[in-house]
Structure formats: structure tokens, C-alpha cells
């Protein structure tokens, strides 16, 4: 499925009038909904094939850092995510049960963003408020239950296979993109290896409506916790808690999902006398893994089709939604503007290197800050970072790096 390939006469040179659309993106996700969004806007016809049947509501990403609010906002897309989500004005690396912490003001960070905190609001919500927009926009259209099977590039374009209900058709673009996630058909296709590793241990992620707020002194909406020989994280989104719970080594994973396990873990947390009421739980795995180019030919990649990370940190949706706004801008310049083919090469540059030395690399940081159990390395790693949050220029420039505004500036500043 390479440049090159026979393929049929819709992608062939002078074929261009005869196209289904400019860009065809597989994957219905938010990076994907949100690339789809910012190219119907500027006037280009996209068509979006999702394997869904339907936009998921299953656990998965919640954080929205500064600067993606601040991409969102001019369309109106902030607002309404503050209206359904949490703001968290600051958030904390914490010892348990002590109680003692850093504390991290992202109020120092109000020179730098129109948006100095986080947002707790799940990525569902994100999801459904770029689909009532994209059904506004007459250049979109967005095709459930359809998965891509196939597709070959010529020198023009792009011929796609995609199935719905057990029944085949092809669909011709300029332009194709994967952001159809971890087990991507267009990074298959395009044969690229997906270069990292899989961690060895599994994180067991629960919600409940337990007001863990009420129990744990001057606990943040996002909170990092270290616990006697392991750790946990509690994030708050609106009606209730994600509780990621690193589990036990001496047991197997099935036995750890029992309720009794998952609720002698909250009873670490906070005991009470009753078992604690859980809404819904699985397990995940943590992966770390980026693929040796963005682009290929007329193929391109964007969000965890490209780049996987721990979730510590909560890195992974926002960088997606950068490279959304950044590959919209270079399909646009292309498709509208006669730029160069050269400008996606210029949009693997200015992603790439960012989601290597930025996004994984501290993901694997805040990770391996976490999985830490040695008390006296906790404690040396809790008072270095107490020492940052005691300054106020040190606390910027940590906040400047971990809520992502470093790392567009420094994408920026690629040519």
C-alpha cells in the first residue's frame, strides 16, 4: 500500500476533479473529530470513517492542559467544556497517608495563557460538541461503523477501502490520515513500526462518587500519591473520581478486578466501614512508543496513531489535539494555498521531535517519579519538588514544561 502501487484511475494524475473528497481521516476519535472540525471550517471536504457505531463514553482521557484550551476557545469549544467539566487551579504530588505535598500553582502561568489551570472534563464531551459543529459544516461528512480495510497511493491521491455492514466500497482523497489510534490501519498499512515498549505492569482504573475530597486534608482535583510500597492517582471530573490504582505485584490481575480487591485498595485510601461503591473499573496497559515518521507520501499520522505514552501527566489526548491543529494547517496551506507537499515534512518536524523529548520523555518522568519506592528517594524527590513549588519562577518554568507550553514554542520555532 505504497506510492507507486497500480491503483485505479481516481488517483491518477489529472484525476483530481473526480475525487470523493480532499481528506479522508480514519478514526472518529477526538483528535480525529477535532482535525475533520478545523478543515471543514477552512472550507475543505473532509470525510471521517469511524469502527464505532457511535462516539464512546468508556473511560479514557479527562486533563486539558492551557494551551489546548486556548486553540479551543475561538470556537467556542472552551466555553462549553468549562460548562461540563472541573477546573483545577492547581495539582499536587502527595505523600499517604501524611498528607504531606507539593503543591503546583498553575496561577503563575496566567502571563503565559489565557487558561492557567487544568480541566477535568472526559474526552466524550470534547467528542460530541465537535460532531454538532462538523454537522453544521456542509464540506463534512462522518460515516459510523465503518472501518478502513485497505488503501493504495498514487501520485495524486489516495484510494481508500472501507467497510460498513459487511459491504466494501472505495473512497478517493488527496489526502489520508490515520487517527485511528494504537492498533492504526493507515500506520499498518504504510508498514511503519511502532518503536517503544510496553511497561510490564497493569493499572487498574476505577470511578466512584466517594468524596475523597472530605477525607484527605487539602487534596487537589488532580493529586499524585505515594503509598506504602506502591502509589495511586485520584482525578476528579464532574460526579465523581478516577481512582488509577497500581496494584499489587504478588497477585494476578484477574484476582485484583474482584470487588473485594478493588475495594481493599480504597480502603487504603480511605477506610470507612462500609465497602466503597464502585461505578465502573478496568484494566489498562502503559505503552510508550512513537513511529519513525509522521508522513508518508500522501499518508500522515496524527495522535496515539503516532505516539503512545503513559497517561501520567495526562499528555496523551492533548498532544493529539496539537498535532490536529498543526497538520490542519499545513492540509490547508497545501489544499487552498498552493503550498508545497513540502509542508507536511515541515509538520513531522515540528511534531515529532516535540512528542519524543517532551511528551514521552516526561511522561516516562512523571512515571518513574511515581513508581519510586524507596522511602528515602520519595522523600529527597518530594522535597526538591516542594523547594520548585516555593519558588515562583522555578514553579513556572516546571508548569511552563509540564502543561505543554514549552513544547509548542519550541514546535513553533522549527522551520
Known sequence: MQAGDPATDLIAPGAGASLDCDVLISGGGP????LAYLLASK????????AEAAITRELRASTFHPPTLDMLDPFGITAELLDKGLICPNWQIRMHPSGERAVFDMGVLAGDTKHPYRLQCEQWKLSEALLVRLAALPGAQLSFGTSLVAFVQGSHGVAATVEHAGRVRTISSRFLVGCDGARSAVRKGLDLPFEGQTYPETTLLVTTRFPFEDHLEGLSNVSY???????????????????????????SIEEQLSDEMINQALQVIVPIDRPHAVLESRPYRVHQRIVPTYVKDRAILAGDAAHLNSPAGGMGLNGGLHDAFALSEALAG???????????????????????????????????????????????????????TADRESMRAHLLKSSMIEGLRLAAAIA
Open 31 to 34: 483528535v480525529g473529530l477535532c
Open 225 to 251: 500519591c505515594w503509598k506504602d510500597g506502591g502509589n495511586f492517582s485520584l482525578l476528579k471530573v464532574p460526579g465523581r473520581w478516577r481512582v488509577s490504582i497500581y496494584p499489587r505485584e504478588d497477585l
Open 43 to 50: 472550507g475543505v471536504h473532509v470525510h471521517v470513517v469511524e
Open 334 to 388: 497545501i489544499l487552498q494555498r498552493d503550498r508545497p507537499l513540502d509542508d507536511l515534512a515541515r509538520y513531522d518536524r515540528q511534531r515529532r521531535p516535540i512528542a519524543a523529548e517532551q511528551i514521552l520523555a516526561q511522561a516516562e518522568r512523571n512515571r518513574s517519579t511515581m513508581r519510586e519506592k524507596d522511602p528515602a528517594r520519595r522523600r529527597e524527590t518530594l522535597a526538591r519538588l516542594q523547594a520548585v
